[in-house]
């Protein structure tokens, strides 16, 4: 529906929350996607624990930052765990070891998924 990559959608649910739809980081981040308050706000995410309704958000957010950097997969998950402010602010992808090591998740699960 978002023309988001299926195997990207799974793959940034297995690295936030290993599919544990109840789960909360420390950061206060929720859900199936680790939605931050402020993002499923903006997404119309009211019910953040509820699967369908956190992966439409997520999937509506994932596929706006995908078009803020031009369809560029790296840069949007960069902005998704680190913020499109830090990603903006180093010109790229932050040069912090969680984000480095979360895209570096990211994209090993996404090739996984997509393998048949």
Do not use: C
Request: charged share 20%; aromatic share 8%.
């Amino acid at each position: 529906r978002h023309r988001v990559d299926p195997a990207l959608v799974k793959a940034v649910i297995r690295t936030e929350s290993n599919f544990i739809s109840y789960a909360r980081s420390p950061k206060g981040a929720l859900g199936l996607m680790q939605l931050m308050p402020a993002t499923a706000r903006r997404h119309n995410v009211w019910q953040v624990f509820d699967p369908r309704e956190n992966i439409e958000g997520g999937v509506r957010h994932l596929r706006l930052l995908l078009d803020q950097y031009n369809g560029n997969v790296r840069l949007a998950l960069a902005a998704y765990n680190a913020g499109d402010g830090a990603v903006s602010r180093h010109g790229g992808v932050p040069p912090y070891p969680e984000t480095i090591e979360y895209l570096q998740r990211v994209l090993a699960y996404r090739e996984q998924y997509r393998t048949p």
